[in-house]
DNA sequence: TTGAAAGCGCTAACAC
DNA sequence: GTGTTAGCGCTTTCAA
C-alpha cells in the first residue's frame, strides 16, 4: 500500500539532531535553539512530515478524539447536533468520531466498544430510543436531548436538554391566545423521553386554561401516521381547531390531512410544530414551531465534556436550555 | 479521571500466562490449550477487557479506521451516503470517521492532515466547491458525488457519481413530453461538477428537440435566491412552462414564488427537481425530481476503496450509476 | 503449547 | 540546548 510515512525518527536523522529535540519543536516545550528549530521545521516542512497521533494518545494516554453518538445522522437536528459539536472539537484540535445507531440498542452497544477500543476522551451521546438501562463505559460521557434510562441516578449523569416542558407549553399557550378552544396533541409516546416532556407541557396549558389534554398517539415519527390518523379525527370531528405536533414532521402530515379536507390553515385550525426545521420553514403553508437552540446545547456539551474530560465534577449535572417559539406569517 | 483500562498485561497476571498467549486468544491464532484459552477468556470477561486498538494499529500498521469527508453533513444527500458508508464500515469491523468541511477548503486540508494523523486506512471524500487542485495525501481515497479538480489525470483518482447528465437529460425530455415548449432552467453553476452535468444534460434535451436551453443562473443553492430569481422572471415571461432545478431546494425556491404570482402546477408550469429529498415528497405540492441511488453509490464507494486499501489497482476508475425519475400524482 | 523480548512512534525524565 | 533512554499496549519472531 501506499509507502510507509514518515517518522519522527526520519526526520531527526535528515536533521542531523535527536529525536527528542525533534520532539520539542513539534510540541514547542523546552528550550530549543532558533537555527536547529528553524533547520527541523524545514525538514518537517520538505518531507511533508504529519505527527502520528496515534503513537502520541498512546503515548501519553491523552486521547484526543471525541465520540458522538447519535440515533440518526439523516435526521436534521441529530445532525446539526452533530455539525456543531464537530466543529467545536475541531476547533480545539480535536478528532470526533460521528456513529449511527439506527435507534437500535445493539448498535449502541458496539458504537460505544468501539469508541472505547479506539480511546476516545470523551463521548457526545443521544441516546437511541431502545437505549439499555445501564451505563456502559467509564469513559466521561455528556448526553444530549434525549434522557438515558438509567436518568433516576441523576448524580454520574450529565445531561444538557432543552425545556421541552416549556416548548410544549408555549406553543400551547400561543394556539390558547389566539382563541383555540379544542386542541389536540399528536405524540409518539414511546418515542424517547423528549416527546413526553412536550406532551407534559401541553397538558399543563391545557388544565391551566380549564382545558382538556387529548392525545393522538402516533406508533412513529412519521409523517404518514400522522396524516392517516389525521384524516380519521377532523373527518369526524369538526370542532378541533388547533394541533400541537411534538415534531414537524407530524405536523407536515396534519397539514396533508387538513389540505385534502381542505380544512384552512391557519384560520380554521392552527397547527403546531417542533425543532424548525427546514421543513416547517418551506413547507408550502410554513408552520409555527418551537426551536431549540441547538448551537447553545451543543457548546454546553462540549464544555461540559471537556470538564468531565479533566477530571472536573461538574457543579451542576442537568442543564436544561429555554426554547422559542418561530411564528409564521401565513397566506390564509 | 476514569480509572487506567486494563491491559492485556493484566489479564495475563490475572490468568497466570504470559502476555504472549493471551495475544494469541484475542487474535485466534497461533495454538493454545483449551483450557488455557477457557481461562482467559473467563478473566478477559470478568474484567470487562476491551483491546486497544490503538496500540494494535500502531503495531500491526493496519488502521480499521475509515475518514468520511462531506461537504455539510446537515445536507440531507450527504447525510445519507456517510450514514450508509458508515453502516457498510461498521459491518466489516472499520471505525469511521465523518468530518464536515462546511464548504471550505482549509477545513477540508485540516480534515485530510487529520485523518492523516489519526491513520486512517482509506477515505471516502466529497470534496468541497472550494477544493484544491492538487491532491493532498497518498491515504487510499475514492471520490463520491463531486468531481476533484484535478480529475483531468483520471487515472489515479476513483470516483463514484451518478449519472447527472442522464439525470438532467431525462428529467427534462419527461416535462418535453408532456408538452412544455418553453423549459428554463434554474442553476448555481460554480457550486460544483454536480450541477454543471445536470444542466448539460438539460441543453442536450432542448438541442435534440430544437428548443433553445435558458439558464437562470443561481448564486448559491438557497431556496430564497431561487425564489426571488422565479418572481422576477415568471412576472415578465408569461411563456414559461418548466422549470429544471438542479436541486430540490431550488424547486421549492421555485415553487413558492409560482404560488405566490398564483400559477398553477403542474397544470400551468411544471417544475422538476433533483435528489428526491424529504423535502420534495412532502412539499404540500409535491415535486417530481431525479433520484440518485444513495445505497447503490456507497456500497460501490466501499467496495472500491477496500481494493484500494488492499493495494489493487481497480480495472475501472470511474464508475457512474444510473439515476431514476420519481414522478408525482399532484391535485391541481 | 508457551514465554521472552524486540519494536511500532512518540514523550518526558534525566543526564550532560 | 541537546541527547539518551524507558515505556505506553500490542504483535510477532525466536527459543524453549
Not at 104 to 117: G, S, T, V
Not at 169 to 185: H, L, V
Not at 211 to 223: A, M
Not at 280 to 306: F, G
Request: aromatic share 6%; with cysteine; charged share 30%.
Amino acid at each position: 500500500m501506499s509507502k510507509k510515512s514518515i517518522s519522527i525518527k526520519d526526520i531527526a536523522k535528515l536533521a542531523g539532531v535527536s529525536i527528542a529535540t525533534v520532539s520539542r519543536v513539534i510540541n514547542r516545550n523546552g528550550k530549543v535553539a532558533p537555527e536547529t528549530e528553524k533547520k527541523i521545521l524545514q525538514v518537517m516542512e520538505e518531507n511533508h512530515y504529519v505527527p502520528n497521533l496515534l503513537a502520541k494518545g498512546f503515548r501519553t494516554q491523552k486521547f484526543t478524539t471525541i465520540g458522538i453518538i447519535v440515533p440518526d445522522i439523516s435526521i436534521e437536528f441529530f445532525s446539526k447536533i452533530a455539525k456543531k459539536v464537530q466543529t467545536i472539537f475541531f476547533e480545539k484540535g480535536y478528532a470526533t468520531i460521528i456513529c449511527n445507531t439506527n435507534e437500535d440498542y445493539k448498535m449502541e452497544r458496539q458504537c460505544i466498544n468501539m469508541l472505547q477500543a479506539q480511546h476516545v476522551g470523551g463521548i457526545i451521546h443521544i441516546v437511541s430510543v431502545t437505549t439499555e438501562k445501564e451505563k456502559k463505559t467509564s469513559i466521561p460521557t455528556v448526553y444530549i436531548d434525549r434522557e438515558p434510562a438509567y436518568g433516576n441516578t441523576k448524580k454520574d449523569m450529565v445531561l444538557i436538554e432543552s425545556d421541552n416542558v416549556s416548548g410544549g407549553y408555549q406553543a400551547t399557550n400561543e394556539m390558547i391566545k389566539k382563541g383555540c378552544k379544542k386542541i389536540i396533541c399528536f405524540c409518539p409516546k414511546d418515542k424517547g423521553s423528549t416527546h413526553i416532556k412536550r406532551w407534559d407541557g401541553y397538558c399543563k396549558a391545557m388544565e391551566e386554561t380549564g382545558g382538556k389534554p387529548r392525545l393522538v398517539s402516533l406508533d412513529n415519527v412519521s409523517e404518514v401516521d400522522a396524516y392517516e390518523k389525521a384524516i380519521e379525527l377532523f373527518g369526524k370531528d369538526k370542532e378541533i381547531d388547533g394541533v400541537f405536533a411534538t415534531t414537524d414532521l407530524i405536523a407536515i402530515g396534519v397539514l396533508k390531512a387538513l389540505k385534502e379536507l381542505k380544512i384552512k390553515v391557519p384560520s380554521q385550525v392552527k397547527v403546531f410544530g417542533y425543532d424548525n426545521s427546514l421543513l416547517s420553514e418551506i413547507a408550502t403553508t410554513p408552520i409555527a414551531t418551537v426551536e431549540q437552540p441547538i448551537e447553545l446545547m451543543s457548546e454546553k456539551a462540549a464544555e461540559m465534556l471537556e470538564k468531565l474530560m479533566d477530571g472536573e465534577r461538574p457543579e451542576e449535572s442537568h442543564i436544561v436550555v429555554p426554547v422559542k417559539l418561530v411564528k409564521r406569517k401565513t397566506g390564509k
